[in-house]
């Protein structure tokens, strides 16, 4: 999958972002990829409003552009959200970690209010950097984004704010795989990659991981360091 990543906008011009969009769009078409630029966005005052303009300004499709982190830059990126869905958008929400609530409040949020959660994907922006600052921006820890993040969200919709196992896990699975075009992925059909999670029903509690078929995790065995999964 091509993709292009740009980081925060600080003072970024839409024609210097439209030409990274374009090129990674062209680098999609020739490659038979998604081509999607995935854009990590903050909490500054600009909010999403570079992407709205080469949508207003270019005939670039609004699918080429993903942002991430929009569920824990504050409620004004929340809602900044709904309006890039209802225009055709997508967009990737980064799972809680330990103590945080930002992206299952901000998913309850848009299910109440009946946004289009097949717009919507949940990752773990896993082992990414996370810094935390206090109230005069210095620098005060610095940690790490964990995989598991994603399935204790979905844990939690699940369990507790009692969606469905399949609008819940969707986030993480077909939507994902619609977004980056990656049709061999998403869901369990015949011809796709055999890519499974066994969990136990009642507490969705992680028992068996298979990668293409091959059993990785079992609840007596781990696979361990590197392994082949063609």
Not at 9 to 26: E, T
Not at 54 to 75: A, D, E, F, L
Not at 149 to 157: A, E, K, P
Not at 189 to 205: Q, Y
Request: with cysteine; charged share 15%; hydrophobic share 40%.
């Amino acid at each position: 999958v091509c993709v292009c990543v740009c980081v925060y906008f600080l003072g970024c011009k839409c024609d210097g972002i439209s030409l990274q969009v374009s090129d990674a769009r062209v680098a999609g078409m020739l490659s038979g990829t998604a081509g999607v630029s995935l854009f990590h966005v903050g909490d500054g005052p600009t909010m999403l409003n570079p992407l709205w303009e080469i949508v207003n300004k270019t005939t670039i499709p609004i699918t080429q552009m993903y942002p991430t982190h929009m569920s824990s830059r504050g409620q004004r990126l929340i809602d900044e959200g709904i309006k890039w869905i209802a225009a055709g958008g997508v967009l990737d929400f980064t799972a809680d970690g330990p103590g945080e609530n930002d992206t299952i409040s901000a998913l309850e949020y848009y299910r109440q209010l009946g946004v289009d959660l097949s717009h919507v994907t949940l990752s773990s922006d896993a082992y990414g950097s996370f810094p935390e600052f206090d109230a005069n921006g210095v620098l005060v820890s610095y940690g790490v984004g964990m995989p598991v993040n994603v399935l204790n969200d979905l844990r939690t919709l699940v369990l507790e704010q009692k969606w469905s196992v399949d609008a819940a896990f969707s986030l993480a699975t077909n939507n994902t795989a619609k977004v980056l075009s990656l049709h061999s992925k998403g869901t369990l059909e015949v011809g796709k990659d055999a890519d499974i999670l066994l969990l136990e029903p009642s507490t969705l509690e992680l028992k068996y991981v298979f990668a293409k078929g091959k059993p990785l995790k079992t609840p007596h065995y781990t696979a361990q360091g590197m392994f082949p999964c063609n």
